[in-house]
């Protein structure tokens, strides 16, 4: 029996607002090396965003080396995939040198797929089941830009793009493991999961989604990367493992977990392993007043990491005591166990024309690209339809940019 572990989106590098994660994917990190020792995993397979930025910082890269020299030490083959945060270019640079401690990388899509296919193999040396490491599919990997085209062509044609790369995938794995049973990794937006506050949209902001009944069914299971709550689009075939630790506060519900694969002959079973609350995300809403009690109720939470705080204040009526107030008692919260991370305040009745929302610590930082866009657009009298418009060509713009950063 080979034994697989399924993870994602580690985002080394990823900050909740202006505070660092590092340690959060540090104690994960740690409980999983000692979950593939104590278990004996075979085989551990990283499905995209690695990194938070397509350009680590020197620590980052130094945590990323780090973990992979203690699994190889564990005699657990390693597989990774770059995801749409990820540079090729940086994962695959020391592809050769990472080879030889039994580490495979695929950054970006190969002329040839059987490059892509990573065999298992038993302590006798039989393949017993073959790994397609399948990357994010960009653009370019998928599709020539056609003058005139909306944007609905130019999801159809990303869609039936990466619906066709896994199915040469597969074609290539029967040809060259005829009877070898076979999982895939991929770093893609399937049609009806659920996406959080944290991920950037892929593929013109996600309209490129795929219909998961147009994946070939030659692959036994869908090992996906990309969506940070974990989900099964088709239960035990094709599932999100979720990220590790939680991005965001739309993920504080998240129960964290990674996935178990037992695969036996042609049977492969898949199971949960939830991983331990490392810390707790809390978002409050309510008035400012009610928001003081909601903090001096707040319970102390036994957990290895302080709790973050974000506080999201609605009034009726603009009053810009209720700001001061606010921000006092954001400066003067005091708890050994929890931090504000953040505050807000919005009025109901805000007059048109004005912001319509109070940030007591905003930063640019804390703004996607794509959000301040569509909030223009809101406030602009334009039909839906130029709406929809102007947002696909935004998206596109976003993507090139995005991706010409990433080959830098």
Known sequence: MIKILHTSDLHIGKRLYQEELAEDLQLFFNWMTDLIEREKIDVL???????????????????YFGLLVKISRLNCKVIITAGNHDSPLTLEAPKELLKELNIHVIGSLPDNPGEMLIPVRDSQGKTEIVIAAVPYLREADLRKHSE???????????????????????????????????????????????VSESEREIQIGNMAGIDATKLTNFFKYYAL?????????????????????KMSFSESENQNRIILLNAEGERITAATVPVPHIRKLVRLTGTVEQLEKKLKDLPEEETALKTFIELDAVEENPDPAKITELQAMSDGFGSKSAKILKSRIRFRNQPTGTASLYDVNMNIEDLKPEDVFNKKIENENIDED???????????????????????
């Open 148 to 194: 005139g085209e909306t944007a609905t062509d130019r999801a159809e044609a990303i869609r039936n793009g990466i619906v066709r790369i896994f199915a040469e995938t597969a074609a290539e794995c029967e040809m060259k493991y005829p009877g070898i049973p076979a999982i895939v990794m991929g770093h893609l937006y399937v049609q009806g999961s659920g």
């Open 225 to 245: 990367g990309h969506l940070h709550q974990p989900q099964d689009p088709v239960e035990g075939k094709i599932v999100y493992s979720g990220a590790p630790v």
């Open 45 to 63: 397979v990283v499905s995209g965003d690695i990194f938070d930025v397509a350009n680590p910082s020197g620590e980052s890269r130094k945590v």
């Open 386 to 408: 130029t709406a929809e418009m102007l947002k696909g060509a935004f998206m596109e713009l976003l993507e090139e940019v995005q991706q010409n950063m990433e080959e830098r």
